[in-house]
């Protein structure tokens, strides 16, 4: 995985980390706040979201565009209908991806240093469209199974019509970084700390509610298994 | 509030909707995702979330960053650092901010109908380096107290060196539309109800969660009241 040094922060390593500089304030803020070029960090992120914003450019403008995503070892994969009208013009256009998961507030002594605790991946590329029906086959399943695990078995699959209307890209991993914020808030061994204000984090927590039946649903027809058995559990661990 | 018809789906609006097609199928899908360029329901999405995804257009690229946000009437608030190094080579360049909020899974009978319920606003605009004082401030108590509400008036607040240190982007509300789906998945109507497969939505619960105090904080110190009233309570309503 490489990161263009022009437009992004640079990265860490964990094999290789910047030297860390010499107060203990700065070392604090610089492990709270990491990068990483780690294929296993960026698979993480990816794994624990399930919607992606993608930004294009659509007539000499940005666009972001908030769309679902699904990823094997290789490549990220999105629905083609989200970029439709910019491939059409633009085929072969570097697009930015960006996944964000908030684990919560931080709340510092000074409103200065109030943050975010967060992990994100950033991947950028120029997406292919994909032709071949196998490979789109698996495409549409790994998406599928990445934002509703179960389903793809479960619910019909798609028919060849379906298949045939259906158009799906498919981005590179190899151009990634992921930056991750986690712990406490970095005036804690400040001056402010004198202040004796209370700080730390408030975390946000989501989980995945009871199943809502639709409306049209006759009645007898019970909650599938995979869908119960996600009740109450974390969405973005 | 307008939107260029060259690059975002029509929108509707309250007082004047298109005509709604012919069948009931494409009518409950109208219904269920729709489009706004209403000021009342951007007002609710911003409000209702913390984090924007900032599209900017870098070395020819697009760029996605996560960051905070806050707003009033007329304007969305962003920290100017997160956008810098794109500010210094373009002043005067458009961005697009997308705010989305993530409700809930739509499954349904077939795999190709599965959705998502959100809520998701973007703003265009050129955003304006914010250098009267006085706007300033306003605006950093906008962007902390959306994010971070009582921190203000609880925490210290930025000094004229913090202030001087720190940049704030004002992008105007202007251009903006909003897009919504709510509701079962679309083919509750359609041949494949047959099937009698469990269809509904899976939805997406987030709370705040019990404050994690920073370790470095002396023995004694409260959480203080703003804070502890927040936890348990939904943190995207």
């Known amino acids: 995985m490489t990161e263009s040094a022009s437009r992004a922060p640079a990265t860490t390593d964990r094999g290789g980390r910047p030297a860390l500089s ?15 070029a780690d294929r ?4 993480a992120v990816l794994g624990a979201g399930f919607i992606a914003h993608l930004g294009l450019i659509v007539d000499g403008a940005p666009m972001v565009l908030p769309t679902s995503y ?15 009208r910019s491939l059409q013009a633009e085929p072969a256009a570097e697009v930015c991806v960006t996944v ?13 240093e109030h943050a975010v605790n967060y992990r994100s991946a950033m991947i950028y590329g120029v997406p292919r469209l994909v032709t071949d029906q196998g ?5 549409l ?3 599928s199974e990445h934002l509703a695990p179960g389903q793809w078995d479960y619910a019909r699959r798609p028919s060849r019509k379906e298949l045939a209307a259906t158009s799906l890209l498919a981005l590179s991993l190899d151009e990634a970084s992921v930056k ?12 402010d700390a004198a202040l004796n204000l209370w700080a730390g984090e408030l975390p946000l927590i989501s989980v995945w509610g009871e199943p809502v039946p639709d409306p049209a649903l006759p009645a007898g027809i019970s909650v599938a298994a995979h869908v119960r058995a996600r009740v109450g559990t974390p969405a973005f661990d």
Request: charged share 30%.
């Open 70 to 84: 699904g990823f094997d070892d290789e490549h990220l994969y999105l629905h083609g209908s989200v970029a439709s």
């Open 100 to 112: 964000t998961l908030v684990d919560g507030l931080v709340l510092a002594r000074s409103v200065f």
């Open 135 to 139: 490979e789109k086959l698996r495409g």
């Open 180 to 191: 991750i914020r986690t712990g406490p808030p970095g005036d804690g061994d400040g001056p």
């Open 22 to 36: 010499a107060t203990s304030r700065t070392q604090h803020r610089r492990l709270r706040e990491q990068g990483s």
């Open 141 to 143: 399943r790994c998406l």
């Open 40 to 43: 296993a960090d960026l698979r």
